[in-house]
């Protein structure tokens, strides 16, 4: 599945570990395990030390008053939120992504609907 296609989160059909509905009280609507191995390109600097050892999951939320705004969530092992950056679209959070991690593929909650402006 490429950056650009987005699966949907199913029964025994994404490998790794699932985020809870909710981080930081945003919706999550996108989430990525990141691959072993895989590490931040560099091209984004992050005030959190450790941050390319710490990160292992990146996701993509919604605060529910906050419309037009799509939050990359950079996540440890365990979901918890390290840092995140802000984005007017959720296909500009995704490229973020990229530009920070090489290819990755999000997987969609389910239920989670899309980003009618992307």
């Not at 949907?8 to 191995?37: H, I, K, Q, S, Y």
Request: charged residues 20%.
């Amino acid at each position: 599945m490429g950056a650009a296609e987005v699966g949907f989160v199913g029964e025994n059909r994404v490998m790794g570990t699932t985020p809870p509905t909710r981080l930081d009280g945003a919706r999550v609507t996108m989430f990525v395990n990141l691959a072993p191995g895989q590490l931040p390109t560099g091209a984004t600097r992050h005030s959190v030390n450790d941050f390319a050892e710490l990160v292992a999951h990146l996701a993509i939320a919604r605060y529910d008053e906050a419309e037009g705004e799509f939050y990359l969530f950079y996540c440890t092992g365990g979901w918890a939120v390290l840092t995140d950056t802000c984005h007017p679209t959720e296909a500009e959070a995704v490229a973020q992504a990229e530009f920070e991690f090489g290819r990755v593929a999000f997987v969609r909650m389910a239920g989670s609907g899309g980003d009618p402006e992307a």
